[in-house]
């Protein structure tokens, strides 16, 4: 599977970017999708993932100010963020889950910069 984030850039904190995430190859049986991070130093970590019912979860440090979507037929995903911070400066990756297996690769990911 291929997988491929835009919509990162510089954004004063209290801004907002909304990002995408587009899938393509292996699309057959994604059960769920997700958006990850890593800031410089850091490991990366989960931000949110949304099954194919559409149930989502958040890493608690987004929650309230960052909202997961999908388009099931574009096998596309999707992140709106809200009252960014200059914490939420990295890069953005996403991924897909196989059932109850996440993809082990990580396609280019999306830088975001948060800062005045």
Not at 1 to 20: K, T, Y
Not at 29 to 58: C, F
Not at 65 to 90: C, G, W
């Amino acid at each position: 599977v291929q997988l491929q984030a835009s919509g990162g850039g510089l954004v004063q904190p209290g801004g907002s970017l909304r990002l995408s995430c587009a899938a393509s190859g292996n699309n057959f049986g994604i059960s769920a999708m997700g958006w990850y991070r890593q800031a410089p130093g850091k490991q990366r970590e989960s931000v949110a993932t949304i099954n194919s019912g559409g149930s989502t979860n958040y890493a608690d440090s987004v929650k309230g100010r960052f909202t997961i979507s999908r388009d099931n037929a574009k096998i596309t995903v999707y992140l709106q963020m809200h009252s960014l911070k200059p914490e939420d400066t990295a890069v953005y990756y996403c991924n897909v889950r196989y059932g109850s297996t996440w993809y082990n690769g990580w396609g280019q990911g999306t830088q975001v910069t948060v800062s005045s």
